[in-house]
């Protein structure tokens, strides 16, 4: 049953325990070979977030992206559909993914990090989509150490099912599990760590005319439908065109059709709520409001442990392959069993 319908923006209404979700779409142009656009732009210091342009810097001054900024007491999932990302946090930790990888960073106690957005390709355009999705701690955990780990796209489960007529919808599994294909593991202080809690984060893909029913999971959890691209969807009895979301009830299973001409994407979200309040303001989310404050108040007197890098600006060379550096020194490469221990 479908119990609340909207319009899709940048920012995603979301259900707990799901903070927000950012959806990026840039058609960036080519790159000039160290990262950057061709194409130049004047900085504005309240950042670049035309959303009727073609494509946007963001706060980035050279490189379009996020320079350091903080965050306390919830996780990012970044779910790069194409495109590239570098990351660098003020733990040393850093790593480049792209084309269907996904970062998992839990921030917990606090610590800045920067994402930014290389324009790697130099004969053609460098289109980024991506969707960032802010997922809660709950309270016991909201102060833990920072951490993150990467889910290569090498080792996402596809889940291919075809419906009485033979059309196909292709399931991406983030977190959570389909037909007995289970996700790569949160880290470890995730609310996605407790298989108890439901969650899972799938990507939709419909042929034209195919079906498919989301299957029944529990009254108790909250289930989003995003449909963010294609022509027109329909969601149990109502037609939807691009692009919109609808909260349904979880207790039955959600069926989806694709009435368009062209592949419907979806995006899902669904858990256990977390029980307790959460409070997010500003790069912070919390459960009252005197700890947003104080995590304002740490944040100006420790930064969080500081920003060890020359520039807040960081990004890698651009032939740098993809990889990931963690704070303990330890490198890796997806494709390869083992780590390079550098500390």
Known sequence: ???????????????????ATMYHVDNYPAGDGNAKPTMKKDYNQDGDFDM??????YFGKEVPGFPAHPHRGFETVTVVLQGTVDHTDGLGAMGRYSHGDVQWMTAGKGLQHCEMFPLLMTDKDNKLELFQIWLSLDAKHRMVNPAYKMLWREDIPVVTIADHSGLKA????????VRGKV????????????????????????DPGASYTIPAAYSTMN???YFYSGETLLVEDRLFSNVCYAFVTADNGTFLRNE?????????????????PIIAEGPFVMTTSEEIKQA???FNEMRFGGWPFST?????????????????????YPNRSDTINRC
């Open 312 to 332: 807040s600006e960081m990004y890698h060379d651009a032939k740098q392959e993809r990889f990931a550096r963690h704070a303990d020194g330890t490198i890796e």
């Open 170 to 177: 292709k399931i991406i599994v983030i977190a959570g599990g």
């Open 52 to 57: 009727n342009a073609d494509w946007r810097m």
């Open 183 to 206: 996700a790569p593991e949160p880290t470890e202080n995730s609310w996605a760590k407790d298989k108890k809690h439901h969650l899972s984060i799938q990507f939709i893909e419909l």
């Open 296 to 298: 304002y108040k740490d």
């Open 1 to 19: 049953m479908i119990i609340e319908t909207g319009n899709l923006e940048f920012s995603l209404k979301t259900q707990n325990p799901f903070v």
């Open 260 to 276: 368009g001409s062209t592949a419907a994407k979806v995006l899902l979200l669904e858990s256990e709520p977390i029980p307790e």
């Open 223 to 225: 289930r989003s439908v």
